[in-house]
């Protein structure tokens, strides 16, 4: 009894061997980080990235950041979904590197294929943890249909003027540069006479 209580306290939902996948990828998390922040140089001379050793150093602790994450919460759902977003970041900086310039980037293609399948099983602990997680994400709501506006914009167009509103003379465009009308026309011809 004892250690049913201590093993659903710690996660929030059942230990399986999803909570232990779990587990198992924040430890690799943390040790992956300090590899990345150890030998960032190195990684970004074997991968034709010079220039980007603060870019890994960041990912590194990114990566220490989501670790501690995961093995430290109860639920270590959002943790493993963030794992998966990383994931996500890695192999877009990954790709970038993958153009014709750069002479390493058959093994920049090998280190994409490596985070794709931790990606891979990210994805799936992430998956299997949410139809576990006692607390699930409540439905997304549908608001296509609403614009923001009371009315429609056909309905509020001309409200403004059907209410007498005015524009403020300090709003309105310079003299010289509104539009004449009619009246205004015949008025001034008018006052201009031959001589």
Not at 10 to 21: E, N, W, Y
Not at 92 to 108: E, I, P, Q, W
């Amino acid at each position: 009894m004892r250690y049913e209580t201590q093993r659903s306290g710690r996660r929030g939902h059942p230990d399986s061997t999803t909570d232990t996948l779990a587990r198992g990828l924040g430890v690799f998390s943390i040790g992956l980080g300090l590899f990345e922040l150890a030998a960032s140089h190195s990684l970004t001379r074997a991968l034709g990235m010079r220039g980007q050793e603060s870019l890994v150093r960041a990912y590194g602790l990114r990566e220490i950041a989501t670790g501690i994450g995961i093995l430290a919460s109860r639920d270590p759902t959002p943790w493993i979904w963030g794992r998966v977003a990383g994931d996500a970041l890695d192999l877009a900086t990954l790709a970038g590197s993958l153009d014709g310039g750069n002479r390493k980037r058959d093994n920049v293609g090998i280190a994409a294929a490596a985070v794709a399948g931790v990606t891979a099983l990210d994805l799936y602990c992430a998956q299997a943890l949410s139809r576990e997680s006692p607390h699930p994400l409540p439905p997304l709501r549908d608001y296509s249909d609403r614009s923001g506006f009371p009315r429609s914009p056909t309905d509020m167009r001309g409200t403004a003027r059907r209410d007498g509103f005015e524009t403020p003379r300090d709003m309105r465009g310079p003299e010289a540069l509104r539009p004449w009308t009619n009246s205004e026309s015949a008025g001034q011809a008018g006052s201009v006479r031959p001589s």
